[in-house]
């Protein structure tokens, strides 16, 4: 199994460059079924999940090069098959993207129903409303979801949550729907935006994005382009979080601060330093972090992707902090792998309360999920001590050369794979 050591207590700094988001490249990947190419997309980050998207692709019929520059060329003048394969959407939820523009193109999708995951049951009751809304029939076979229809139609859908992947899966759909569709409450993430960015330029009408009432005038077909991934705000947000805690100062390169405001006031309000500079921004943080309360909610609240990591920086917060997870159901795994460091944690329900303690001790941990992966990383670099992450693959699903770009800041991270070679 493959693991981190951490040998913590070492101030950091330095520069970190932010690569392309994983949750626009994603549903920009699966939105290039939508037509046959090709596309050129840049600023892809070299994630497993994107890999796994790459295959789930391949295994409808696209076509994926990708040339010396990084930039990935996709194609699908063949056709697409309406079947995505179980043994890949099984290991990445997100899979679950290639149903909307499946269904838009073929008029009919057979996309395996993503399971539960570490941090909550997540279903995707949202997205099937949505494609019956538009017209087709929507039914669950064998444990697959299948959506047909003889045509797509416009309509108006009214969302009861502003679920990110439902507002992405029926904007890919009702892109080449007849009429004009509008979805209520949609969700306001600088990922949509990038979507519909990526589908507009694509011959696409898609108006709205980035407010919770999105309108798309179907079209009858998209041609190529080529586009370029936003930052992603998560990564950016997790090493402004180590800069806070660095006792030095972390400069983040090209990420777009207005996509991380509520993280950055968040980090205002405990004392950390911030220093702006077009797309850059220099975290430091000397001092003993205040403490603070915070609720996750859908953007433009705070991500519940950073939740984790701000837990660690509350840990040694000078004082109580309160967090709220309103999101996902479960998403406190990490709490106990904290406890197991010396923090002062208790769960009532969906909220932590956390007494700040002046130290964190090293101690043999696990990364629960993906963004609890980089918050224990984290909090072994601020331990006193040696820390051991196990199952750190969760980590490669999002973070591109984390332990090497850690390390360049001044760290102390070896990288064991599942065979114990560094
Ligand atoms: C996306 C992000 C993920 C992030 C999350 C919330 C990607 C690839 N992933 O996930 O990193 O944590 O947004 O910001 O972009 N829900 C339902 N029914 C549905 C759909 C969602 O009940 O049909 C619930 C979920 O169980 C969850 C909440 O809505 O409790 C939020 O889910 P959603 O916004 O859909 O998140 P994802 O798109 O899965």
């Known amino acids: 199994m493959s693991r981190m050591v951490i040998d913590g207590g ?40 994107v890999e796994t998207m790459a295959k789930v692709l391949e295994a409808l019929g696209i ?47 057979r996309v395996p129903l993503p399971g539960g995951c570490a941090i909550g049951v997540r279903p995707v009751n949202i997205h099937l409303k949505g494609f019956e809304a538009l017209g087709a029939r929507v039914g669950l076979d064998a444990g697959y979801a299948v959506a047909k229809a003889d045509k797509l139609i416009g309509t108006k ?87 806070a805690l660095s006792k030095g100062a972390i400069s983040v390169e090209n990420c777009i601060p207005v996509h991380s405001g509520a993280v950055i006031e968040k980090l205002r309000e405990m004392g950390a330093c911030l ?3 077009d797309s850059r921004v220099i975290v430091s943080g000397k001092k003993r972090l205040l403490p603070v309360e915070l609720k996750t909610l859908p953007f433009p609240g705070f991500p519940t992707d ?14 109580t902090s309160i967090i709220t ?3 996902f159901e479960n998403r406190f795994m990490h709490v106990g792998e904290l406890i197991r460091m010396g923090a002062n944690l208790s769960i009532r329900d969906r909220t932590v309360v956390i007494k700040g303690v002046e130290k964190l001790k090293g101690a043999p941990l696990v990364a629960t999920d993906l963004r609890a992966g980089a918050a224990m990383v984290i909090a072994g670099l601020v331990a006193d001590g040696r820390t051991e992450v196990s199952k750190v693959h969760h980590i490669h699903r999002g973070y591109q050369n984390f332990v090497e770009r850690i390390n360049a800041l001044g760290a102390k991270i070896q990288y064991f794979d599942g065979d114990g070679d560094e």
Not at 77 to 106: C, D
Not at 227 to 235: A, N, V
């Open 10 to 49: 070492f101030p950091l700094s330095g520069s970190v460059r932010i690569n392309g988001a994983k949750n626009s490249a994603l549903p920009i990947m699966a939105a290039s079924i939508l037509c046959q190419g090709p596309i050129v997309l840049k600023n892809i980050p070299k994630l497993n999940d």
């Open 63 to 109: 076509k994926i090069q990708i040339n010396d520059c990084g930039d990935w060329k996709l194609s699908s003048f063949s056709g697409v098959n309406e079947e995505a394969p179980y043994e890949l959407v099984k290991t990445m939820r997100a899979s679950f993207f290639v149903m909307g523009p499946l269904l838009a193109r073929r008029k009919c999708a």
């Open 157 to 243: 859908v009214h969302f009861d949550f502003p679920s990110v992947g439902a507002t992405e899966n029926l904007m890919m759909a009702a892109t080449l729907a007849e009429g004009t569709t509008i979805i209520e409450n949609a969700a306001r993430e600088p990922e949509i935006e990038d979507l519909a960015d990526f589908i507009n330029s694509m011959g696409g009408k898609i108006k709205g994005a980035g407010t919770p009432t999105i309108s798309i005038d179907g079209v009858n077909e998209l041609g190529s382009v080529e586009y370029k991934i936003i930052p992603d705000r998560i990564e950016a947000g997790t090493f402004m979080v180590l800069g």
């Open 275 to 277: 220093d702006f500079q």
């Open 306 to 319: 950073m939740q984790a990591q701000f837990m660690v920086a509350m840990c040694l917060a000078g004082g």
């Open 325 to 327: 997870e309103s999101v």
